[in-house]
């Protein structure tokens, strides 16, 4: 199993910035891909970003590309997202999730295998 605990969230102006953290615990050994993924209110979960842990080769969003960042230090097991120029449709609960079976698509909910237990990002206007 592989546990994964995100940090980072809180309240920020529009234009502003914020770092999750997503600590993971385990058999990290076994990741294919960390993604992240978000959700507001009403709405239906979403891809933000992943990354290939062996080659740190990433993917995003069109929404965030060009904003956002995804990145990992393999030596502390973490992953992070940048978020940059943070608009107010950017709220969300965010979460990790980790892929231990090397799904092929890394954007869908269904092929990661653990979640983390999310942070919130509130972005005013």
């Known amino acids: 199993q592989v546990q994964l605990v995100e940090s980072g969230g809180g309240l920020v102006q529009a234009g502003g910035s914020l770092r999750l953290s997503c600590a993971t615990s385990g058999r990290t050994f076994s990741m294919y891909w960390v993604g992240w993924f978000r959700q507001a209110p009403g709405k239906e979960r979403e891809f933000v970003a992943a990354?290939?842990?062996?080659?740190?080769?990433?993917y995003y969003a069109d929404s965030v590309k060009g904003r956002f960042t995804i990145s990992r230090d393999n030596a502390k097991n973490t992953a992070y997202l940048q978020m940059n120029s943070l608009k107010p449709e950017d709220t969300a609960v965010y979460y990790c999730a980790a892929d231990v079976n090397g799904a092929i698509s890394w954007s869908q909910k269904s092929a990661y295998d653990y979640w983390g237990q999310g942070t919130q990002v509130t972005v005013s206007s």
């Open positions: 990354i290939r842990w062996s080659t740190r080769s990433t």
